[in-house]
């Protein structure tokens, strides 16, 4: 690797040279992070409709939701990551908002099962190119010490897209009926959701297209390092990847596996309508999902400036310690309100650790390496928590449970599997990761 001559910014120099435009920056990455979930969670409200329509099973309807969208968001996520650590990084982010937001008004045109798995591929492929990117952006606008909680408001879009495409998927699905259009043909209003949020997502891509590329920093000698270097890098500190990245994905199967199936429990095991849930559910889980992410980055912010070097894992083992006792209560309520009140404290509890998840990667990770470490982090998260989580809960009412009626009791059931199993590996994960910090050679 050749070695770097040239002076690098230091964080005096990055918070002095962006400033204000770090946090217009962040909002407009929010906003892309944002309509991503908008586009990826609108499915979870309409899945009888979906079953309906396409004559799926509750398996197939979860496939829909997290393997087709996440074998191909986790496998495209570690090229682009490599693009990422290389190319210009606005640019990457814009194309993909474009592929992904086409995509989600394809699944409003899908006919079967086989064209709206392959419109969620695409989606999945178009979004792989958000977060990478974005996690590299961040780390370059802001100083280390404001990491974890920029990271954690970023993070927390995921919480409000998903509840925004609740409140909004209800709210199309109670107002529009079924429709005929020129060309495309009849339309049922599940459709009509995906394209009414998936073209305005264009807008958001010209936005991004126009951010300013920050200059890198904490770089390593070397410009390009390749994928030995990458390779060796990984090796030295093997346990603190491995073990923190496989902690944190099983606790998004635990995530997951709830938030793709909570509308459904609360309309078959109370007969809410989708109206309902969309009102309340999702606005228990904007409201809850935001408030705990950003309490558990402002936590870790708090902590690390204390000096637990550690504080990105511990925080997820504080959201862990919590949310099992909230996720149970919730789910053996015996009244919907109630239910969506334990909902609402578990997510809380379960959203608090994304965004320090997050910055636990960069913090032990030089920049040029970021993009791809911040992919194959992804792959982890998303093969193992979305692709798996929703499966899971559907295999357990399809196939253990043998009872529509029984998916509160499948979400409780991977609660209570995933949630000591992630604690375990996040544990054994403190150790090396400090010892990863420790020998960080930027």
Known sequence: MATQTSALPG????????????????????????????????????????????????????????????????????????????????????????????????????????QMFLARVGVGVGEAALSPGAYSLIADYFPK??????????????????????????????????MTLPVVGHLEPWQAVFIAIGLPGLLVALAVLFLREPVRTSMRAGDHPGIGDLLRHIGRNKGAYLLTMVGYSISGMLWNGALAWFPTYLMRGFGWSPSDVGLYYGLTLFVCGTAGILTGGALGSRMRARGMEDANIVIGLIALALAVPFGVAGMMAPTGAMTVAGIGLFLFATCMPWGCAAASMQEITPNQMRGQISAIYLFGLNFIGLAFGPTLVAFFTDSVFRDDSAVGMSILAVILIAAPVSAIVLMLARRPYREALGRIDF
């Open 145 to 178: 010490r404001r990491l974890p909680l920029a990271l954690s408001i970023y993070t927390s879009a995921a919480y409000a897209g998903s509840g925004l495409a609740i409140m909004i998927g209800g709210t199309i699905i109670a107002l529009m009926p079924a």
């Open 11 to 114: 964080e005096a120099d990055v918070e002095r040279q962006y400033g204000g435009y770090a946090w217009y920056a962040l909002f407009v990455l929010i906003l892309a992070y944002t309509v991503s979930f908008i586009d990826r969670q609108a499915l979870t409200l309409m899945v009888d409709p979906i079953r309906a329509s396409l004559g799926i099973t509750d398996t197939q309807l979860s496939l829909l939701h997290g393997f087709a969208f996440a074998i191909f968001y986790s496998i495209m996520g570690i090229p682009i990551g490599r693009l990422v650590d290389q190319r210009k990084r606005t640019w990457i982010i814009a194309t993909g908002i474009v592929v992904w937001s086409l995509m989600t008004a394809a699944c409003g045109l899908a006919r079967n099962f086989l």
